[in-house]
T-cell receptor, first 114, second 115 residues
Framework: DGGITQSPKYLFRKEGQNVTLSCEQNLNHDAMYWYRQDPGQGLRLIYYSQIVNDFQKGDIAEGYSVSREKKESFPLTVTSAQKNPTAFYLC?????????????FGDGTRLSIL | AQSVTQLGSHVSVSEGALVLLRCNYSSSVPPYLFWYVQYPNQGLQLLLKYTTGATLVKGINGFEAEFKKSETSFHLTKPSAHMSDAAEYFCAVSDQDFGNEKLTFGTGTRLTIIP
């Protein structure tokens, strides 16, 4: 079955550590997205990529970094500069250009600080 | 930039009763609108979408939504609630920002079903 796989499902970070969240899709989608979800705040866009080797900052990019070396992969690194990283992180993808195209979501990674 | 307002962060209905979740958007151009559902510790699943054409859109699990341009609304309804409908629901609008396509989400409505 085609879909988006996020790993791990739960992740714990010590103070001062960088951690990387994995997102892999086998839907052959061009565009990929990372969102952060906090209770009562909906989803906020961190980074997105509409094509391999290119990505743009979203609304809350500070303290995060991404890469897009392969079409199917869009890993997110939460750096030590992100002061409040505890949240639920969601990865999404969509086929390509077209505002009518819906995004497809993975099952998320929950990040907590030890 | 577009914005989405979901009135009521928590909604409770009895099993078998009508479900009505409200969504209003701001847009200066014809919008593309989506409703997603999220079950605990899972990602978002598309319920339905409005792009063009018929203003009453039917989705999965018996849900439907009506696009009303004059009211800038896209409310989600289901005639008879089921226990399995308990989840969080997000309304979203598709937007273009300097040539880049983005989804803007509302803050969500948590639906509780009372047995």
């Amino acid at each position: 079955d085609g879909g988006i796989t996020q790993s791990p499902k739960y992740l714990f970070r010590k103070e001062g550590q960088n951690v990387t969240l994995s997102c892999e899709q086998n839907l052959n989608h061009d565009a990929m997205y990372w969102y952060r979800q906090d209770p009562g705040q909906g989803l906020r866009l961190i980074y997105y990529s509409q094509i391999v080797n290119d990505f743009q900052k979203g609304d809350i990019a500070e303290g995060y970094s991404v890469s897009r070396e392969k079409k199917e992969s869009f890993p997110l690194t939460v750096t030590s500069a992100q002061k409040n990283p505890t949240a639920f992180y969601l990865c999404a993808s969509k086929p390509g250009q077209g505002l009518a195209q819906p995004q497809h979501f993975g099952d998320g990674t929950r990040l907590s600080i030890l | 930039a577009q914005s989405v307002t979901q009135l009521g962060s928590h909604v409770s209905v009895s099993e078998g009763a009508l479900v009505l979740l409200r969504c209003n958007y701001s847009s200066s151009v014809p919008p593309y609108l989506f409703w997603y559902v999220q079950y605990p510790n899972q990602g978002l699943q598309l319920l339905l979408k409005y792009t063009t054409g018929a203003t009453l859109v039917k989705g999965i699990n018996g849900f439907e939504a009506e696009f009303k341009k004059s009211e800038t609304s896209f409310h989600l309804t289901k005639p008879s609630a089921h226990m399995s409908d308990a989840a969080e629901y997000f309304c979203a609008v598709s937007d273009q920002d300097f040539g880049n396509e983005k989804l803007t989400f509302g803050t969500g409505t948590r639906l509780t079903i009372i047995p």
